[in-house]
């Protein structure tokens, strides 16, 4: 089983700087959540709420905890599960997913597709997927588009948006 691989101080600094006021008051996703760093950073930064997907129950529980002591309880929910299950549960659509796999499992254009599938994203909606430098990830998955893409040293941050909106 892959272990968390939490995302940078400093590439989660230039993701949030990248964002600016984009954040404030937005429906936020964060898949393969981890300790949650993504979805916290946002909460702290003016996000309407945040959705938390991790399948480990342990470090869910360790999320759960860092929620009620950064008094975010009414603004955050975990999914204790499978990013695929929980994008297929999902009923409301977010203005901003970060999705960050391991590396290793080589994830991004699947969960993509998965989003893609299930149209969780809003109109205007932004998807940011960090990966390792060497992964194949598509520049177009259904009807996604990479509009930017970001290397910080063996990581990249590539960002997605509705082919729609470009016109």
Same mark, same amino acid.
């Given at each position: 089983?892959?272990?968390?691989?939490? +995302?940078?101080? *400093?590439?989660? $600094?230039?993701?949030?700087?990248?964002?600016?006021?984009?954040?404030? !008051?937005?429906?936020?996703?964060?898949?393969?959540?981890?300790?949650? =760093?993504?979805?916290?950073?946002?909460?702290?930064?003016?996000?309407?709420?945040? /959705?938390?997907?991790? #399948? %480990?129950?342990?470090?869910?529980?360790?999320?759960?905890?860092?929620?009620? $002591?950064? &008094?975010?309880?009414?603004?955050?929910?975990?999914?204790?599960? !499978?990013?695929?299950?929980?994008? =297929?549960?999902?009923?409301?659509?977010?203005? +901003?997913?970060?999705? &960050?796999?391991?590396?290793?499992?080589?994830?991004? %254009? *699947?969960?993509?597709?998965?989003?893609?599938? @299930?149209?969780?994203?809003?109109?205007?909606?932004?998807?940011?997927?960090? @990966? @390792?430098? *060497?992964?194949? /990830?598509? !520049? *177009?998955? &259904?009807?996604?588009?990479?509009? #930017?893409?970001?290397?910080? &040293?063996?990581?990249?941050?590539?960002?997605? /948006?509705?082919?729609? /909106?470009?016109?």
């Amino acid at each position: 089983m892959a272990q968390p691989r939490p +995302i940078l101080a *400093k590439v989660r $600094e230039a993701l949030f700087s990248s964002l600016g006021d984009r954040i404030e !008051d937005v429906g936020f996703l964060d898949l393969y959540a981890g300790t949650g =760093r993504c979805g916290l950073e946002a909460l702290k930064r003016g996000a309407r709420f945040a /959705v938390f997907v991790e #399948k %480990n129950r342990l470090t869910a529980e360790g999320l759960r905890i860092a929620i009620r $002591e950064l &008094g975010f309880g009414e603004k955050a929910q975990i999914l204790n599960r !499978d990013v695929f299950s929980a994008i =297929r549960k999902l009923k409301e659509r977010f203005d +901003i997913i970060f999705l &960050g796999p391991p590396y290793k499992d080589l994830l991004v %254009n *699947k969960t993509l597709e998965a989003i893609n599938l @299930h149209n969780i994203l809003n109109q205007e909606g932004i998807i940011i997927a960090e @990966h @390792h430098k *060497k992964e194949a /990830v598509e !520049d *177009k998955i &259904g009807s996604f588009i990479r509009v #930017k893409e970001k290397r910080y &040293g063996e990581t990249t941050l590539s960002f997605y /948006v509705l082919k729609d /909106v470009l016109r």
